[in-house]
């Protein structure tokens, strides 16, 4: 199992100090919020790209995997009644996908649950509008060589997709491989029935699930709550799970910089007693 650590938590610091210090703490990749980048991520110019590439590549540190991936440029909805906001959002996808095929990222993280917000009175149509997006998703993310992953979040953020069975069912129906979905341990803690370690049992045989954010259900990084992770690593070795975890805190105190260390030496003693 690789560990990854998403960029926001020490956005901070320029993109190169950022892969320094993540490869000093023992990192195995990243994971970059688009919006980090820039507010029209989509556009990035190629030069750009291929320096961001380079700077990850000369720190031993590859592009796992993009996430927050509806934040930048804002407006943007995949369930909206608006049509043009909906073809925008959908020509903002098809960009960030030629961005992660250009990174070398084989994963693209759908959370966003702000851009999926269902309408009053239209739970349905937005349902359907949200899963038409994920078919263009999927199909835009096979083409270029990326699986596209379904996350899902907490009741408290969205109620269109809050738990690992919501989100199989959509990939299941759409039957795409480039569609996947993946668990957040912060938002399946708030939002499953069961306990983490048996959805991984349930649901990593599968094939469904793909990836892995360690973070706690107080929305701090693991080992700062109450949610014990030995089981969860126990779970995923037992299932022989050889992606990509990343560590996703939401809450930096006192700073990035110190959480990104905190989370990685936790995760690496857990990974030494199991």
């Known amino acids: 199992m690789k560990i990854s650590l998403c960029n926001e938590v020490i956005a901070e610091l320029p993109f190169e100090k950022q892969c320094e210090l993540m490869k000093g703490l023992g990192y195995d990749g990243v994971e970059i919020a688009p919006v980090t980048l820039s507010?029209?991520?989509?556009?990035?110019?190629?030069?750009?790209?291929?320096?961001?590439?380079?700077?990850?590549?000369?720190?031993?540190l590859p592009i796992t995997s993009l996430h927050y991936l509806m934040v930048a440029p804002k407006g943007l909805s995949i369930t909206a009644k608006d049509a043009a906001v909906r073809a925008r959002t959908l020509a903002v996808m098809r960009g960030l996908v030629t961005l992660a095929a250009d990174f070398g990222?084989?994963?693209?993280?759908?959370?966003?649950?702000?851009?999926?917000?269902?309408?009053?009175?239209?739970?349905?149509?937005?349902?359907?509008?949200?899963?038409?997006?994920?078919?263009?998703?999927?199909?835009?993310a096979r083409a270029a060589g990326v699986t596209y992953l379904l996350e899902p979040v907490a009741r408290d953020h969205t109620a269109f997709v809050?738990?690992?069975?919501?989100?199989?069912?959509?990939?299941?129906?759409?039957?795409?491989?480039?569609?996947?979905?993946?668990?957040?341990?912060?938002?399946?803690?708030?939002?499953?029935?069961?306990?983490?370690?048996?959805?991984?049992?349930k649901w990593?045989?599968?094939?469904?699930?793909?990836?892995?954010?360690?973070?706690?259900?107080?929305?701090?990084?693991?080992?700062?709550g109450r949610l014990p992770f030995g089981p969860i690593v126990a779970a995923l070795q037992e299932e022989d799970y050889r992606g990509i975890a990343a560590i996703e805190p939401f809450i930096y105190e006192p700073d990035g910089p110190t959480c990104a260390a905190k989370a990685i030496g936790y995760m690496r003693g857990v990974l030494e007693r199991s």
């Open 105 to 140: 990222a084989g994963l693209m993280i759908h959370g966003s649950p702000f851009q999926r917000q269902l309408e009053p009175d239209d739970e349905e149509d937005g349902r359907k509008r949200g899963i038409e997006y994920f078919a263009a998703a999927a199909e835009a």
């Open 204 to 224: 990593l045989s599968t094939g469904l699930i793909a990836h892995i954010h360690f973070n706690d259900p107080n929305r701090r990084g693991p080992g700062e």
């Open 39 to 60: 507010d029209k991520p989509h556009l990035l110019p190629p030069a750009r790209r291929n320096e961001i590439r380079r700077i990850a590549a000369d720190a031993g």
């Open 162 to 201: 809050n738990t690992v069975e919501e989100a199989a069912a959509i990939v299941r129906s759409i039957g795409n491989p480039g569609l996947r979905t993946m668990l957040d341990c912060s938002a399946a803690g708030l939002s499953e029935a069961e306990p983490i370690p048996d959805i991984l049992r």
